[in-house]
């Protein structure tokens, strides 16, 4: 097993710390201090701008669609250097779900779908969102959906109500999941169709608070109400009842993605705190850094970290190899195990900073608040953990209950 970095990754790698160091990094204060995306929109354009010019510009793409073209294991190691700031996959855009919409449009998407919605999201001239999640049934179990999509004639009617759906605020338009033929199987009834946010009958009722904050733009997370929505058929994406097909098509992917930069903030969050071990004096002369409490935390993360980020190549490396379905059990085992090691380590840097941890003044208490949900979208971890237990019992005998 060779762990080396290849030449042509490492160049990379080494630009877009440039890129983070230089534009990014010096934009979460920004942020900090005026609250909102839409306050640093300039400063974030030139970001962006930036980045194209360097030709970093969405890492997760085809060339041939103006991306860079990197395998899912090197675009993992990507992530993981733009995961060290909230905002670093968004100037690079590779941000979910943007990111995701794009993977499906560029696999599914026709001629016409793909002039009008793919090219301007590649070229970050407009945002969209997924919506899938519903208020009133549980979203660990999407086959239950309640949106419907009724055909009339070339259109489809939809009506349903949605929420956490992320950046819908200023989004060009959404992918939403819509119940097509509710007498089919589970796994047939739902469909993937386009829909523009400024579509009549489409409301964003508001941005959810979350953990306190509403966010903006990107940074929010929306419900979504839709009464008598009216598309033409051929928004929708692939076949009529191919939504959870396509769906998993992007969550594989995107899984990897996500936990890759959970393992950036974990880096970031790691430095932070020996950093303020070393520095923090209790008494003259005795640094944090000489209590075991404090070694411990540091000992246990570096070894966590060490081993999620192990977990999600491997999973990448086999993902890229044998396809999304072979590494299924590899992809549920990094989306629970990385959250929990995200969660432990950014609560440990918080306490070896005190009070400071809680404040807006570095990134700690932003990675807390934004990533606690970590734990529940994308599948909630107990999801994860009970279809990984599964496939293993079923070696020993044990059917599904
Ligand atoms: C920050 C954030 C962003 C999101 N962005 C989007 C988005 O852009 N688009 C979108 O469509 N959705 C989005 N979601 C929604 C997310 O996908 C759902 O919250 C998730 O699927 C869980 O559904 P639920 O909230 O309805 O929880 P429920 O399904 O009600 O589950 C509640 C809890 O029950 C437990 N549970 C559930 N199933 C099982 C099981 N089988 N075994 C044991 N315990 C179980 C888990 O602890 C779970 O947390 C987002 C959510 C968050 C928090």
Redesign the pocket.
């Known amino acids: 097993m060779d762990f080396s970095t290849p030449a042509p990754l490492e160049a990379v790698l080494a630009g877009v710390r440039d890129v983070m160091t230089a534009f990014v990094l010096p934009l979460e204060a920004l942020y900090a201090s005026r609250g909102s995306m839409r306050a640093i929109g300039p400063e974030l354009q030139a970001a962006r701008d930036h980045v194209k010019a360097r030709k970093l510009w969405c890492p997760q793409l085809t060339t041939e669609l103006g991306g860079m073209g990197l395998p899912l294991a090197s675009h993992a190691r990507v992530s993981e250097e733009l995961g060290r700031s909230m905002l670093g996959h968004y100037v690079f855009n590779c941000q979910a779900?943007d990111a995701g919409n794009m993977e499906i449009l560029a696999l599914f998407a026709t001629p016409e779908q793909r002039e009008r919605y793919l090219l301007p999201l590649v070229a970050g001239d407009v945002r969209s969102?997924?919506?899938?999640?519903e208020p009133d049934v549980?979203?660990?179990?999407p086959t239950w959906l309640r949106t419907t999509a009724r055909a009339d004639g070339d259109d489809y009617v939809i009506d349903g109500h949605k929420w956490?759906?992320?950046g819908a605020d200023g989004a060009a338009f959404a992918i939403v999941m819509a119940v097509t033929d509710a007498g089919a199987s589970p796994h047939a009834r739902a469909s993937q169709i386009i829909v523009p946010m400024d579509a009549p009958g489409l409301t964003r009722v508001r941005n959810i608070s979350?953990m306190g904050h509403e966010g903006d733009g990107w940074a929010s997370?929306s419900e979504l109400r839709f009464e008598g929505v009216r598309v033409p058929k051929a928004n929708r994406i692939g076949e009529e009842g191919a939504g959870f097909l396509i769906a998993q098509e992007r969550l594989g992917p995107g899984r990897i993605h996500h936990a890759m930069r959970w393992i950036g903030m974990c880096e970031r969050s790691f430095e932070l705190m020996c950093a303020r071990a070393a520095s923090r004096e209790l008494s003259p002369g005795k640094p944090l850094a000489h209590k075991q409490a404090v070694q411990t935390w540091i000992a246990d993360s570096r070894a966590e970290i060490d081993a999620a980020r192990l977990m999600v190549l491997h999973a990448a490396w086999k993902m890229q190899r044998e396809g999304a379905y072979a590494a299924r059990e590899q992809i549920s085992i990094i989306k629970f195990f990385v959250a929990d090691v995200l969660q432990k380590v950014v609560d440990r840097a918080i306490q070896t900073h005190g009070a400071l941890g809680l404040t807006d003044d570095t990134p700690l208490a932003g990675f807390y608040r934004f990533e606690r949900?970590a734990r529940?979208?994308?599948?909630?971890d107990?999801?994860h953990k009970?279809l990984v237990a599964r496939r293993i019992l079923r070696g020993y005998g044990v059917e599904s209950s």
């Open positions: 779900p969102c997924f919506a899938m999640t549980a979203g660990s179990n956490f759906t992320t979350v997370h949900a529940i979208y994308d599948g909630p107990e999801v009970s």
